[in-house]
């Protein structure tokens, strides 16, 4: 099939994806469900949890989409990060451990993927959008050509390489039904480099964990003197 002559006509449903997912929210429907339909036009996509919230089980999404250039033909990628989406506590507990991490995606075969992976390793290996190069140790890594920077970034470029090892447990644990989270289990969130890309997150869980912490202590010592005052056991 010949690639279009045209600026893809797809752009436009990123562009009001916020109202789209307010308006499911608005609906009452999961909001991954409704983002999966509204990038259907889209060859490729990554939905990318970004951040969470506990207090009302909030998620924030970075979209990565990928459609054909209308001159060139070739794939060309956008992003964009979501307001907050309300999604209740099933699905925030279901997703709790995948901060950082694709949990919904298209890749270049076309097939929609809701099994949870690092971001950039779904277009690995694919000689349309990189190649493999040796670190003159011998190991070989994936480069992205320069045309896809933004999938590189994604993975943190030339500072967190994808080796072909790492590419390979990746594969295999998906043939197994398992999440790879990275070498040494680097995504996700208890990853290194989740807490490196996404510190308010965990500013905010210490602070979280503060707070409980000196409200517990505030109730013992309410107890405490209660019991002294009144006699108390």
């Known amino acids: 099939m010949s690639r279009p002559r045209r600026r893809y006509a797809g752009w436009r449903p990123l562009a009001v994806a916020a109202a789209a997912m307010l308006a499911a929210a608005c609906a009452g429907e999961a909001p991954l469900e409704r983002l999966q339909r509204e990038l259907e036009p889209f060859p490729e996509y990554s939905v990318v949890l970004q951040d969470m919230r506990p207090d009302g089980f909030y998620h924030q999404y970075r979209v990565v989409v990928g459609a054909p250039d209308g001159e060139s033909g070739e794939m060309v990628h956008r992003e964009t990060v979501l307001e907050w989406q309300r999604v209740g506590r099933r699905a925030y507990n279901r997703y709790q451990s995948f901060l950082g991490m694709v949990i919904l995606s298209k890749g270049p075969d076309g097939?929609?993927?809701?099994?949870?992976?690092?971001?950039?390793?779904?277009?690995?290996?694919?000689?349309?959008?990189?190649?493999?190069?040796?670190?003159?140790?011998?190991?070989?890594?994936?480069?992205?050509?320069?045309?896809?920077?933004?999938?590189?970034?994604?993975?943190?470029?030339?500072?967190?390489?994808?080796?072909?090892?790492?590419?390979?447990?990746?594969?295999?644990?998906?043939?197994?039904?398992?999440?790879?989270?990275?070498?040494?289990?680097?995504?996700?969130?208890?990853?290194?480099?989740?807490?490196?890309?996404?510190?308010?997150?965990?500013?905010?869980?210490?602070?979280?964990?503060?707070?409980q912490s000196r409200s517990f202590g505030d109730r013992v010592r309410g107890r405490m003197l209660g019991g002294g005052r009144f006699g108390g056991k």
Not at 184 to 206: E, K, L
Request: hydrophobic share 20%; no cysteine; aromatic share 16%.
């Open 111 to 211: 097939v929609v993927d809701q099994q949870q992976h690092p971001p950039g390793y779904q277009q690995v290996g694919d000689e349309r959008y990189g190649r493999w190069r040796d670190d003159g140790g011998g190991r070989s890594f994936w480069e992205f050509y320069g045309q896809y920077a933004l999938l590189s970034h994604l993975i943190g470029g030339f500072n967190r390489p994808i080796y072909r090892g790492d590419w390979d447990n990746y594969r295999n644990s998906r043939s197994r039904g398992q999440t790879y989270y990275g070498p040494g289990g680097a995504y996700g969130t208890s990853g290194t480099v989740t807490r490196q890309t996404n510190p308010d997150f965990f500013r905010r869980q210490q602070a979280r964990q503060a707070a």
